[in-house]
């Protein structure tokens, strides 16, 4: 069975601070996929990133950057210079690949860690 | 109209009542989802649709009854629910199912059940 850990429950920063927001996976697959998400207030899940298990090269859009390790089973996000827009509640999602074969057609649901509630005070 | 969107955005209900969430996709997808989510809990997978079949029930209760009449649109009947329904019911999409795509998601329903 698939899991996801986000250890941190909420973090507080003041404003341009540098954040690191954990996410640890586990899954039997070969192929998977890992998301990020963001829950503003509003409520509305914003889809930030997607990795595929094969491309362990780290990502930066912006402020943002995330770092994937398969050795450490780990998929850290980290934000530069917080902004006080930055505050929400941030998911990490994993999806394992059904492939083809899978007779539903392979629909994935995603599993979901707990989630890590920022929040950048001014 | 662009996105995920869902209906109503909140809702409260008797134990005994009836009701419908609808959500609607605009993104050209043909996997959809019903996701659950509590205080203090991870977001709950319930449904997973692929071109219309339903392809997951996630041991969802016999009171939540989903329906996909077609890639664009997706239905959660709620019937004699409990006070521990009560929860931001999330609809996603995907494009293509079993690529491990991102899913959008809508807004949510806040569901209070009495």
């Known amino acids: 069975a698939q899991k996801v850990t986000q250890a941190q429950t909420e973090i507080s920063v003041v404003e341009k601070e540098d954040v690191t927001l954990d996410c640890v996976y586990e899954?039997?697959?070969?192929?998977?996929?890992l998301f990020w998400y963001k829950q503003p207030p509003s409520g509305e899940l914003v889809f930030l990133i997607r990795?595929?298990?094969?491309?362990?090269q780290n990502e930066i859009s912006g402020r943002y950057s995330w770092n994937f390790q398969k050795s450490t089973s780990s998929f850290n996000f980290t934000i530069t210079a917080s902004q006080v827009v930055d505050s929400a509640v941030y998911f990490c999602?994993?999806?394992?690949?059904?492939?083809?074969?899978?007779?539903?057609?392979?629909?994935?649901?995603?599993?979901f860690g707990k989630g890590t509630h920022l929040i950048i005070q001014p | 109209e662009t996105g995920v969107t869902q209906t109503p955005r909140h809702l409260v209900m008797g134990m005994t009542n009836k009701k419908s969430l609808k959500c609607e996709q605009h993104?050209?997808?043909?996997?959809m989802y019903w996701y659950k989510q509590s205080a203090k809990k991870p977001l709950e997978l319930m449904f997973v649709?692929?071109?219309?079949?339903?392809?997951e029930n996630n041991s969802v209760p016999s009171r939540f009854s989903p329906e996909c009449p077609n890639s664009s649109h997706l239905f959660l009947h709620l019937h004699t629910l409990q006070p521990e329904d009560s929860a931001l019911y999330l609809c996603?999409?995907?494009?293509?199912?079993?690529?491990?795509?991102?899913?959008?998601f809508g807004p949510g329903t806040r569901l209070t059940v009495t």
């Open positions: 996603a999409s995907s494009a293509q199912a079993g690529l491990g795509g991102g899913q959008y």
């Open positions: 899954t039997r697959d070969t192929t998977y996929y």
């Open positions: 990795r595929n298990s094969f491309d362990e």
């Open positions: 999602a994993l999806s394992e690949d059904r492939g083809f074969m899978y007779s539903g057609g392979g629909a994935d649901g995603l599993t």
């Open positions: 993104l050209g997808h043909n996997a």
């Open positions: 649709y692929n071109f219309k079949e339903q392809t």
